[in-house]
């Protein structure tokens, strides 16, 4: 099977992320410019000086959530082999995940929302000795974690799994 890429969909996913990530960094920046800026030029603050900043702040985050958005959804692919399940995913730090397939345990498919309105599902390959972060709701950071496939591919992902790990399961004696 080849690398796929995740349902287009998962573009909304990522835009919902990025903005509050690159939210939080403008706040966080405009508060150390705008510190900057009265400590070291004497100016005269304007209602228009004032609407033109907050304007393009708007503007800069709309495109650094657009990008981050595209840039994610283009370097996630997956791709099941017949021994193993792969993840790539980043954009500047890649991380490669290799799942073999006598480690899982459980496949959960989930559908969010925004998931439900998109038509894409969310797939959690449970493994054996992968803890998960506290706090975790709905197995998010499930080390098979595939944020968005089509829902009729995530039923055969899940149907394609759990033959997989039932075969294993019969060889070892279980």
């Known amino acids: 099977m080849a690398a796929k890429q995740l349902h287009p969909g998962a573009k909304w996913l990522f835009r919902i992320k990025g903005f509050f990530g690159w939210l939080l960094f403008l706040v966080f920046f405009s508060i150390w410019a705008g510190s900057f800026a009265i400590h070291w030029i004497s100016f005269e603050l304007s209602i228009s000086a004032i609407i033109f900043y907050f304007a393009t702040m708007i503007i800069i985050l709309i495109l650094l959530v657009e990008l981050y958005s595209r840039l994610s959804y283009h370097f996630w692919l997956y791709e099941f082999t017949d021994s193993q399940l792969r993840i790539e995913r980043g954009i500047i730090w890649k991380k490669y995940s290799n799942i073999p397939y006598e480690r899982i345990q459980n496949v959960d498919i989930t559908r969010g929302v925004i998931a439900r309105l998109n038509g894409f599902s969310t797939v959690n390959i449970q493994t054996a000795g992968y803890s998960m972060p506290s706090g975790n ?38």
């Not at 149907?159 to 279980?174: A, D, N, T």
């Open 137 to 174: 709701r709905g197995g998010a950071w499930s080390e098979g974690y595939i944020p968005a496939v089509p829902m009729a591919e995530a039923e055969h992902i899940r149907e394609f799994v759990i033959k997989k790990i039932s075969r294993k399961g019969r060889k070892q004696g279980l």
